[in-house]
Each structure stands twice: as C-alpha cells, then as structure tokens.
C-alpha cells in the first residue's frame, strides 16, 4: 500500500537513511506550466534543521524530476522524482539495531516482516513525507486553476491553543527544556470546492481527507467541522440552514465544515488533525530487544520536540492530492 489515490495516484519509496526517497505521480493533466520554487519553498518548510526546536538533520531537498515534465511543462505522462538523502548518519542507530523503541514501528515491522531496516525507523520514517509535499505541491498548482486554495497551521501544542509562531516556539522550548516532547493539533482550512465532490457511500470525501490524514506519522486524530463536540450539541444548536443569493445556495452556519452526506456542499471544508508527541524521548526508557530480554534505551539521533511545525506542509499536502483526486473522479463521470 505505498500508493495514494485513485485517478490523481502517487506512489512513493524509498527509507530514511537509504540512498534516496521518491515518487512517481500519474494521473498530473498535461499542459500544467510547473512552478519549481513553489516546490522548493513546500519543501522548505517542511525540512528539519529550521530551529533548536526541530531535529537537527540538513537535507537540501531539491527534487530531480526525471519524467512527465518537458521545459518546464507537464506532458500528462508519468511524473517520476527523487530526492537524495545528503545528510543520513545510520551509525547513529546502531546501538538500537535489536532494541526496540518504544510507541515506533519497530516492534511491529519486526513483528509483520520478520525483518526492519533500524537506521531512523527506515520505511516508518516520516523523511518519506518530502515526497508527499513535492506531489502535493504539484496538485496544488492544479487546484488552485480550478479556484481551490489550502491553508493549514497549528492551533493546538501540548494542551495550549497557538495563535502565532510566538506562541508555538514559547511551547516548544518549554517542552525542550524539560527534556520530553509534546503533540499537537493541525487545523487545515480548504476554500473553493464546488457543492457535489465526494463519492457515497463508500468514497465520502471525508472518508477520502480521513484517510489521507491518518495516513501521515504520528496522526492519532481526525475530525471535520464541529467533530467530536458535535456529540455533545442539540441539533438545534448545530443545523446549518440554508440560504439562496443571487441564484447561488448557501449555509449561514458551517457546523457541517463543508461536507454533508459525504458531499462538499460549497462551503469551506474545515478539518483538524491530532498529532502524538514525539515517541523518541532524550532519556532512558525501558523496553526489550529481538530476543525479548528487558533492557534501557537511550535513543541517540536528531529528533523534534514536536511534529507539529514540520507537519501542517504535509497536512496540506496530503489534502491537495485527495482534493484534487475527488474533483477527477467526480468529473470522470460527467456524459456530455
């Protein structure tokens, strides 16, 4: 399953200290003139190494595309990429070759390969998520002919709301200073969706963004409109009634965060992510090896404090391709 999406489809490889991770995306219309800074910059927000608060690993990510884009110009064929790791330190590892650490997917890979790839947690990294941003910046560029813009940020590190970039890196060093680590909460705003995108029963476009969003490292939540606090509302106090202007249907409310029996309904689809803390901890943590024997480890390597800054390009990323693949599907079956 290293593939994403139906008609708009990434598929993408490649390990955390490997020699290089990459892409392949098809289903891209041709005749798209391609923005390569705006990748760069997609790219650049999501790389380590910005602050003391994130993990301290230098990639200069520039992708190399190899196929599916002629002078600058998308040919509607295959648009194969890659990115070369240039700042990998496997032997950091090392000493965790046959421990496994706790709350990763060592244990688990172990468990269903009989067999992992310990330098950085290998296929489970989340270095594999560049690959992601550089196609969702590619759907990007598509939406965004088609009238569609996404934004996401933090709204949430720890158990404090975050309103500037202040706030967050005031939470971030607090929790660095401790020497533990902190989740968060990403809320993605996308504007522009036509009414009628989203595939029932099965394909409902929130389906579609759940899965797209449970799918990145270390998402432990999903939730869209007034989410889980919807349970605890009266109806009366969460119906979005309708409204008509100049011809054109609306809500005067958005508790719904844009989908409605797995349908966009034209409004803003409103979605949030919840993210774990950083599972590697800078302290001694009790676990046990392949053989199973109990024992300490002291997890060495350059790791965030939280995901959360590194993770809204992803976020955003991941809500372009389903976007961009639900509005293709819809149009597929549209008979003059």
Do not use: W
């Given at each position: 399953?290293?593939?994403?999406?139906?008609?708009?489809?990434?598929?993408?490889?490649?390990?955390?200290?490997?020699?290089?991770?990459?892409?392949?995306?098809?289903?891209?219309?041709?005749?798209?003139?391609?923005?390569?800074?705006?990748?760069?910059?997609?790219?650049?927000?999501?790389?380590?190494?910005?602050?003391?608060?994130?993990?301290?690993?230098?990639?200069?990510?520039?992708?190399?595309?190899?196929?599916?884009?002629?002078?600058?110009?998308?040919?509607?064929?295959?648009?194969?990429?890659?990115?070369?790791?240039?700042?990998?330190?496997?032997?950091?590892?090392?000493?965790?070759?046959?421990?496994?650490?706790?709350?990763?997917?060592?244990?688990?890979?172990?468990?269903?390969?009989?067999?992992?790839?310990?330098?950085?947690?290998?296929?489970?990294?989340?270095?594999?998520?560049?690959?992601?941003?550089?196609?969702?910046?590619?759907?990007?560029?598509?939406?965004?002919?088609?009238?569609?813009?996404?934004?996401?940020?933090?709204?949430?590190?720890?158990?404090?709301?975050?309103?500037?970039?202040?706030?967050?890196?005031?939470?971030?060093?607090?929790?660095?200073?401790?020497?533990?680590?902190?989740?968060?909460?990403?809320?993605?705003?996308?504007?522009?969706?036509?009414?009628?995108?989203?595939?029932?029963?099965?394909?409902?476009?929130?389906?579609?963004?759940?899965?797209?969003?449970?799918?990145?490292?270390?998402?432990?939540?999903?939730?869209?409109?007034?989410?889980?606090?919807?349970?605890?509302?009266?109806?009366?106090?969460?119906v979005d009634e309708f409204c008509c202007e100049?011809?054109?249907?609306?809500?005067?409310?958005?508790?719904?965060?844009?989908?409605?029996?797995?349908?966009?309904?034209?409004?803003?689809?409103?979605?949030?992510?919840?993210?774990?803390?950083?599972?590697?901890?800078?302290?001694?943590?009790?676990?046990?090896?392949?053989?199973?024997?109990?024992?300490?480890?002291?997890?060495?390597?350059?790791?965030?404090?939280?995901?959360?800054?590194?993770?809204?390009?992803?976020?955003?990323?991941?809500?372009?391709?389903?976007?961009?693949?639900?509005?293709?599907?819809?149009?597929?079956?549209?008979?003059p």
């Amino acid at each position: 399953m290293n593939t994403f999406g139906t008609l708009f489809r990434l598929t993408d490889f490649g390990e955390s200290h490997g020699p290089a991770i990459g892409g392949v995306v098809d289903g891209m219309p041709a005749g798209i003139r391609v923005d390569f800074d705006r990748i760069r910059q997609m790219l650049a927000r999501r790389s380590p190494g910005s602050s003391a608060n994130v993990s301290a690993r230098r990639e200069n990510d520039e992708p190399e595309f190899m196929s599916g884009i002629f002078e600058g110009v998308t040919t509607g064929t295959p648009i194969a990429f890659r990115i070369v790791n240039r700042d990998a330190r496997p032997e950091d590892y090392e000493a965790m070759r046959d421990k496994y650490r706790p709350n990763h997917a060592d244990y688990t890979y172990d468990a269903k390969y009989g067999f992992r790839d310990h330098r950085g947690g290998g296929r489970a990294s989340a270095r594999e998520t560049a690959v992601r941003v550089v196609a969702g910046a590619l759907a990007m560029q598509v939406l965004e002919k088609l009238g569609v813009s996404i934004h996401a940020f933090p709204s949430a590190a720890g158990n404090e709301a975050i309103d500037s970039d202040a706030d967050l890196q005031r939470v971030l060093e607090k929790a660095r200073k401790a020497g533990d680590t902190i989740g968060g909460i990403v809320t993605c705003v996308v504007k522009g969706v036509p009414a009628g995108i989203g595939e029932p029963v099965f394909g409902k476009l929130q389906s579609m963004l759940a899965m797209a969003m449970m799918s990145i490292n270390a998402a432990k939540g999903f939730e869209y409109g007034d989410g889980f606090r919807a349970a605890e509302m009266r109806g009366s106090e969460c119906v979005d009634e309708f409204c008509c202007e100049n011809g054109k249907v609306y809500c005067r409310s958005n508790h719904s965060g844009g989908i409605q029996g797995g349908i966009s309904n034209g409004e803003d689809i409103i979605m949030r992510v919840a993210f774990k803390p950083i599972a590697t901890l800078p302290r001694p943590v009790h676990t046990v090896d392949r053989n199973g024997n109990e024992c300490v480890l002291e997890a060495r390597g350059r790791h965030d404090v939280c995901v959360i800054p590194r993770a809204v390009p992803v976020v955003e990323s991941m809500a372009a391709l389903c976007i961009l693949d639900a509005i293709m599907l819809h149009r597929s079956r549209l008979i003059p």
